[in-house]
């Protein structure tokens, strides 16, 4: 690992204990950066960490994952494929009462992101019917791409394990969410499945 990619991973340890601080707290309070929407206008400190390769939404677009999905961006990122059985169903239900309670902030300047595990398989139709499934509305995007761009990105996000065996079964992937503020460089994890409101305070504090 070289010395960017371990400073972005101690990084995110080290906001991954701060969470818990965060899921004890009071109502929900926006504290974004006045200054955001200036940072996003230049490259930002993930400019040369994340790849800017080209990734397919839930409704055709294509666009630059560096460029267009994380640049100067507060950004939530989780894992998943459309047949998933498993942890996805109930990742995606919690994360749409997040979504509800973030009400105009997303999709302006917060932005849920949602990669596919499988590629291969979920095309941007399949995605699209996955979103239609949940009801899941604006701001919320799904993400597919070529195999090995994907799997690139998904461990660039950290949302792998060390042993490959593991990493490759599908039946044993992340229940996280990355949650990221790009343009302060400013990451952590937390898992999928705590309280909804506990997300929410986090996404908002970044």
């Not at 899921?23 to 800017?52: D, H, I, K, M």
């Not at 499934?133 to 597919?144: A, D, E, R």
């Not at 042993?163 to 996280?176: E, F, Q, R």
Request: positive net charge; aromatic residues 10%.
């Amino acid at each position: 690992m070289n010395a960017n990619a371990t400073a972005f991973s101690a990084n995110v340890q080290a906001s991954k204990r701060d969470w818990l601080k965060w899921a004890g707290s009071g109502a929900l309070t926006p504290v974004l950066a006045a200054g955001a929407p200036a940072l996003a206008a230049r490259p930002g400190p993930r400019a040369g960490y994340f790849p800017n390769t080209i990734v397919q939404t839930h409704d055709g677009k294509k666009l630059r994952f560096y460029d267009d999905v994380v640049r100067g961006k507060v950004v939530v990122f989780n894992m998943m494929y459309s047949v998933c059985t498993g942890i996805c169903p109930g990742n995606t239900a919690n994360l749409l009462q997040v979504q509800q309670m973030l009400g105009k902030r997303l999709g302006r300047d917060i932005f849920m992101v949602s990669m596919t595990l499988q590629p291969g398989f979920d095309t941007p139709k399949a995605l699209q019917a996955y979103v239609n499934s949940y009801g899941i509305q604006g701001g919320w995007t799904f993400l597919t791409g070529q195999p090995k761009e994907m799997d690139v990105i998904r461990r660039k996000l950290g949302f792998f394990n060390d042993d490959p065996k593991i990493d490759s079964d599908l039946a044993n992937h992340t229940g996280m969410v990355r949650i990221g503020n790009e343009a302060l460089d400013r990451w952590f994890m937390m898992p999928a499945l705590a309280a909804p409101k506990q997300i929410a305070r986090a996404i908002l504090q970044v």
